[in-house]
C-alpha cells in the first residue's frame, strides 16, 4: 500500500494564480482530511470529507475549496493565490471518525505564494 | 486561538538524556490526547495516546503522563537517542473529532 500520496511535492505560485492539490489514499477509508502547518503553529484543519460526495469546513475554510467524488482522492483548489496561503499542507485519511481512529498523514506539498 | 497550548518551543538533549514535552488545554470536552512525531519532510505519524480516564501510558521508550484535574499531559522520552530528533505535537480530540494541535517542539539528540 503506497498509504496517503500527494502532489505536487513543491510549488511556487504567484498572487492570484490558481492551482489544485492532489492527494489519494489507497486505504479504502472513509474520512479525508486537510491541514496547512504554518511554523510555529501546528496543524489547522482546512477541509474534511466523511465520504464520496460530502464535504465540511474545517477551522480555516477561506480561500480554498474542496470536492470528493471518489472514496481514494480528495483535492484541494486555490482559486486565488495570496502569500497568507504560503504554508505545507498535508492530506490525511481515517477509517472512522471515532477519537481512537488515526490519521494517516501524506508527506505534504510546500507552497509559495510569491 | 491555540486550544491546546505545547512547550517548550524546542528542545536540547544528550543522547540517553530525558526529553519532556508538555501540554495544557482548556476544553473539558476533549476524549482523547494523541501525540504525533514528525521528521523532516514527512507528514506526522502517530506516536502514542491516551485517554483522559488513564494517568500514564507507556510504550517503550516513550511515556504520557496525564493530570486531568490540572487539564495537563507531557510526553517523556527515557534514554533519547538521535533517531528521536524530530518535531512532537500534542493533541487533543473532542467529541466532534477535529483534531486540535499543539504548535509543536523540536527535539534535538545530540551524539
Request: hydrophobic residues 35%.
Amino acid at each position: 500500500n503506497a498509504g496517503v500520496t500527494q502532489t505536487p511535492k513543491f510549488r511556487i505560485l504567484k498572487i492570484g494564480q490558481s492551482m489544485t492539490l492532489q492527494c489519494a489514499q489507497d486505504m479504502n477509508h472513509n474520512y479525508m482530511y486537510w491541514y496547512r502547518q504554518d511554523p510555529g503553529m501546528g496543524l489547522k484543519l482546512i477541509y474534511y470529507s466523511v465520504g464520496a460526495g460530502i464535504t465540511d469546513k474545517g477551522e480555516v475554510p477561506n480561500g480554498y475549496n474542496v470536492s470528493r467524488s471518489t472514496t481514494e482522492d480528495f483535492p484541494l483548489r486555490l482559486e486565488l493565490a495570496a502569500p497568507s496561503q504560503t504554508s505545507v499542507y498535508f492530506c490525511a485519511s481515517s477509517w472512522g471518525q471515532g477519537v481512537t481512529d488515526t490519521q494517516y498523514f501524506g508527506p505534504g506539498t510546500r507552497l509559495t505564494v510569491l | 486561538q491555540q486550544q491546546v497550548k505545547q512547550s517548550p518551543q524546542s528542545l536540547i538533549v544528550q543522547k540517553g538524556g530525558i526529553s519532556i514535552i508538555n501540554c495544557a488545554y482548556e476544553n473539558t470536552a476533549f476524549d482523547y490526547f494523541p501525540w504525533y512525531q514528525q521528521f523532516p519532510g514527512k507528514g506526522p505519524a502517530l506516536l502514542i495516546a491516551i485517554r483522559p480516564d488513564v494517568s500514564e501510558k507507556k510504550e517503550g521508550r516513550f511515556t504520557i503522563s496525564f493530570n486531568k484535574s490540572a487539564k495537563q499531559f507531557s510526553l517523556h522520552i527515557m534514554d533519547s537517542q538521535p533517531g528521536d530528533s524530530a518535531t512532537y505535537f500534542c493533541a487533543a480530540i473532542p467529541n466532534d473529532y477535529k483534531l486540535s494541535f499543539g504548535a509543536g517542539t523540536t527535539v534535538t539528540v545530540r551524539a
